[in-house]
């Protein structure tokens, strides 16, 4: 494994920079590991709407993520876009608008915010997810 050890280090680098672009805090990156800060108010939404593409991750506001060899560079750029479409429902549902609805609807979140989503995420955002966004986003 000592040979992967390169890819684990530009994973973990991608997965810095992919955060930082999207305004979170992370820590300069020099091995595999990514340390970066999440505000509290997100964090409850943001595991719900990571485990809805089987992300599973542990949480707190100052988080570490590491790369290793089960995890590729197309699962990396995953989890980025799951953290950036969070961020545009949550920047949706602060806008106020009356029912966080799917597509065309009044309040509607954008498609690119939900394009992708295991069946039944949207349509049909877990309700747990929608009062926590709707919690973060005040």
């Known amino acids: 494994h000592v040979q992967r050890l390169a890819e684990d280090h530009a994973n973990a680098a991608r997965l810095g920079e992919g955060l930082a672009a999207l305004g979170f805090k992370v820590d300069p990156v020099q091995t595999n590991l990514v340390f970066f800060e999440i505000p509290a108010t997100d964090l409850a939404p943001l595991k719900l709407l990571l485990a809805t593409r089987n992300i599973l991750a542990t949480l707190g506001p100052k988080t570490r993520f590491a790369t290793h060899l089960d995890l590729s560079t197309e699962q990396v750029d995953i989890v980025i876009d799951t953290f950036r479409r969070y961020l545009e429902v949550k920047q949706h549902a602060a806008k106020g608008l009356p029912g966080l609805g799917v597509g065309g609807a009044p309040g509607a979140i954008p498609d690119s915010a ?9 349509p049909g955002l877990p309700p747990e997810l929608l009062d926590a966004l709707n919690g973060a986003a005040r």
């Open 114 to 122: 939900t394009a992708g989503f295991p069946p039944g995420l949207p």
